[in-house]
């Protein structure tokens, strides 16, 4: 199998793949254009990025491509709706990241309310000036409020329990229940998380229910001179609001993710956000340690070598979870060449589509359960033509979908 891995990628991973018998092309340099040629070039079954967008164009390049390892967790930066309809899988590795990216975010807070990156620079250019930078407030006793609460957040809420914050948190799935079984304070909503919190800290994925969820009323919401912290994704804030507040409520900022950041690893760039004086900024590290890394390439190892020899795609994030089937179809048959293509067949020229299918095989290898979704109930008729098709079928029975 031709893996294409066009990012960063622990060696380890990429050796333990060459040793199973794979042809494995590494350039953590193709980006854009480069990318393209490259995809048409070696049409590879699988390709792996980490923060390297893959577009329309790159999902049409090869013709054997069927499966994009995203090295990391959002796949915001991949064409999930053409690989949907290309039939591609999408995979990630969630949670891989959480420790270096809880660990970055704990950094931020504190950078933030000791001015350290300014204390720096003041001392890089010759200048002694405790007065100024022996003002910090701490952080203990202060409340933390997490908007998510998914591996990251946790993460980040043990960390912050250790500091002796209090923590509390919303998340889409959080019931009150679970908040208090994982030692938080439950909020109803992200607007109660900003008016009750010292810091509140970012942890979810972009999506269109997350997508500006920081914006005027959430900023409004939260105390003057509060800390934000954002290791998430940059369009999850609005950059004007933030800004906004910023200037006329002394809120300051910790931000490793920026909206419109630039792909490259290294290039010319600014923003309105990230050179304000309130702002203590990273450059999209969060997930940059050794150790995420080989956690990281572990686990794209184990979905790639899932798929290779079983078919089966580990993580993945563009399949079905529902699929729209109106009836299940079971056929009982013996374990036998061409039985479920004439099933199939029949099901066919009835024209009723298969929406999802699984065969399992009982013990001792003579007998299989076909499991198959229909977008349509098949007529007595039908299932008695699928009876008759073949001798190894020993019972039909269909039931409608609740």
Same mark, same amino acid.
């Given at each position: ?27 953590? %340099?193709?980006?854009?254009? &480069?990318?393209?040629?490259? /995809?048409? $070039?070696?049409?590879? !079954?699988? =390709?792996? *990025? ?113 500091? %002796?914050?209090?923590?509390? &948190?919303?998340?889409?799935? /959080?019931? $009150?229940?679970?908040? !208090?079984? =994982?030692? *938080? ?113 572990? %686990? ?103």
């Amino acid at each position: 199998m031709k893996i294409l891995i066009a990012d960063k990628f622990a060696e380890s991973a990429r050796d333990m793949l060459a040793a199973e018998g794979h042809e494995v092309v590494f350039d953590p %340099e193709l980006k854009d254009g &480069a990318l393209l040629s490259a /995809l048409g $070039e070696h049409n590879p !079954k699988v =390709l792996v *990025v980490r923060s390297t967008k893959v577009t329309t164009d790159m999902l049409n390049a090869p013709a054997n491509l069927a499966l994009v390892v995203r090295a990391g967790a959002g796949v915001n930066t991949i064409d999930i709706a053409t690989a949907s309809k290309l039939g591609i899988y999408v995979s990630n590795c969630p949670g891989k990241n959480a420790v270096a990216v809880a660990e970055l975010a704990i950094g931020l807070m504190l950078a933030v309310d000791r001015r350290i990156p300014d204390n720096a620079a003041q001392l890089r250019e010759g200048l002694w000036n405790k007065k100024e930078f022996g003002k910090a407030r701490g952080i203990k006793g202060c409340t933390l409020g997490l908007i998510g609460l998914g591996a990251i957040g946790k993460e980040v809420a043990s960390r912050a329990k250790a500091l %002796e914050m209090e923590v509390i &948190a919303w998340s889409r799935s /959080l019931t $009150e229940k679970t908040a !208090k079984l =994982l030692g *938080v304070g439950f909020c109803s909503s992200p607007l109660e998380v900003a008016r009750n919190s010292d810091i509140v800290s970012v942890h979810v994925a972009v999506t269109g229910d997350t997508k500006g969820l920081c914006n005027s009323d959430f900023f409004a919401a939260m105390k003057d001179g509060a800390f934000f912290i954002n290791t998430s994704r940059g369009e999850v804030v609005d950059e004007g609001a933030l800004i906004d507040a910023m200037n006329k409520k002394a809120i300051r900022a910790g931000l490793d993710v920026f909206c419109n950041e630039p792909a490259a690893g290294s290039d010319q760039w600014k923003s309105d956000l990230s050179a304000h004086s309130f702002v203590v900024g990273t450059h999209h590290i969060g997930a940059s340690t050794e150790q995420a890394t080989t956690a990281i390439g572990d %686990e794209a190892l184990r979905v790639i070598q899932t798929f290779a020899s079983t078919g089966e795609v580990l993580n993945c994030v563009n399949l079905e979870d529902n699929p729209p089937a109106s009836h299940i179809m079971s056929v009982r048959h013996a374990n036998r060449v061409g039985v479920l293509a004439k099933v199939l067949h029949e099901v066919q020229l009835a024209g009723i589509n298969v929406l999802n299918m699984e065969n399992q095989l009982f013990q001792g290898d003579e007998a299989a359960t076909a499991t198959i979704g229909l977008d349509k109930e098949p007529t007595e008729a039908v299932r008695k033509a699928i009876c008759a098709a073949s001798d190894a079928i020993i019972s039909v029975s269909v039931q409608a979908r609740n």
